[in-house]
């Protein structure tokens, strides 16, 4: 079976007894990982116990595809379910799943399935999306108000609440792999121990060198004209798969300080002064920085700059377009 996003909320809440089979796939690993320890803890007490719990990994079932079936059909000492849990799992696995599902005429044991990204075309995926007894839960990446709904309800389980403006700030500057996001927030929960509110102080103060420095270390790059910076920033941050909509919306938000600080000077305040009245505070490192960008940038080239970073968000979203490829090239053509 095929679950849907409300359907898998269901499922690991309450899993369904009758199934001997689930797969958890998708390119965030982090989230696959969560919810595989989520089902593994619903199916067994202990998941130290030998007699219970049997882990393998895909490669080990690759060269001796007899293993899975050995390990489905082995009772628990002193009776239980066991739970057979494979981990770094990919196609090599199929034919051994395909032998078990086609075996499997109860429910008694439980193969828990740990993969990385898979296509349509994935048979290991097609047979776990199709056989009565087997599901599958995808994993992707959240996005806006669902993402924005996990961050408030994992400070809302530290007894924490968050600004609107500081949950869309935490949102666009946390990593996209869901433990890493998670063990980001358990840093700021534990700066903020005692407090009812989570600031925009405490967030610059525990996460800022984690995630917040690279994607301000590029803005900043960008808005200053370090072209050859802002290449070599790209790069690192595609590869460590942020996504374009966390860079344009972050590159957003600094410009449209900017064209704050610049109304700000029309009407008679320094840069200085301007940036001081900046909400939230500009992190002190990039004061000076900021200074000489307002210098850099007239009114009339912030609104254009922002008229086409809006643009390219808009166009990313489309299915099929190169969206590396168009945030490159704007944040290159803006730094040059």
Same mark, same amino acid.
């Given at each position: ?78 009776? &239980?379910?066991?739970? %057979? ?7 090599? /696995?199929?034919? *051994?799943? @395909?032998?078990? +599902?086609? !075996? ?60 609107r403006d500081i949950l869309l700030f935490l949102c666009d500057v946390l990593p ?17 121990? &005692?407090?009812?509110? %989570? ?7 525990? /996460?800022?060198? *984690?995630? @917040?420095?690279? +994607?301000? !270390? ?101 299915t099929g377009t190169p969206d590396n490829a168009l945030c490159s090239q704007l944040?290159?053509?803006?730094s040059a």
């Amino acid at each position: 079976m095929k679950l849907s996003s409300a359907q898998i909320t269901s499922f690991l809440q309450k899993p369904d007894a009758r199934v001997s089979v689930i797969l958890i796939y998708g390119p965030d690993t982090g989230l696959v990982r969560e919810r595989a320890e989520v089902l593994a803890k619903k199916t067994v007490d202990d998941l130290n116990d030998p007699f219970r719990v049997t882990l393998l990994t895909g490669a080990v079932i690759a060269e001796s595809p007899s293993r899975l079936a050995d390990e489905m059909a082995a009772q628990a000492w002193g009776g &239980g379910r066991r739970l %057979v849990w494979v981990q770094h799992a990919s196609e090599n /696995i199929s034919a *051994a799943v @395909t032998n078990i +599902l086609t !075996d499997t005429t109860d429910a008694s044991n439980l193969l828990l399935i740990e993969a990385g990204e898979l296509d349509k075309r994935s048979k290991l995926r097609s047979q776990c999306e199709n056989h009565p007894q087997a599901v599958a839960l995808a994993c992707y990446v959240e996005d806006g108000a669902a993402r924005q709904r996990i961050v408030s309800d994992i400070l809302q389980q530290k007894n924490l609440t968050v600004a609107r403006d500081i949950l869309l700030f935490l949102c666009d500057v946390l990593p996209p792999d869901r433990l890493a996001m998670r063990s980001e927030l358990e840093k700021l929960a534990l700066y903020a121990y &005692g407090q009812k509110s %989570v600031s925009m102080e405490d967030v610059l103060a525990t /996460i800022h060198d *984690a995630g @917040t420095a690279e +994607l301000d !270390d590029l803005v900043f790059a960008v808005a200053s004209g370090e072209s050859k910076r802002a290449a070599l920033l790209l790069d690192r941050l595609f590869a460590e798969q942020t996504s374009t909509v966390a860079l344009l919306r972050s590159a957003q938000r600094h410009f449209l300080r900017l064209q704050w600080a610049r109304s700000q000077m029309e009407k008679g305040m320094s840069a200085a002064e301007a940036i001081k009245n900046l909400q939230p505070p500009v992190f002190w490192k990039y004061t000076d920085v900021m200074a000489n960008q307002l210098r850099r940038w007239p009114g009339p080239k912030i609104e254009r700059a922002l008229a086409r970073l809006f643009e390219t968000e808009a166009a990313v979203k489309r299915t099929g377009t190169p969206d590396n490829a168009l945030c490159s090239q704007l944040f290159l053509n803006m730094s040059a």
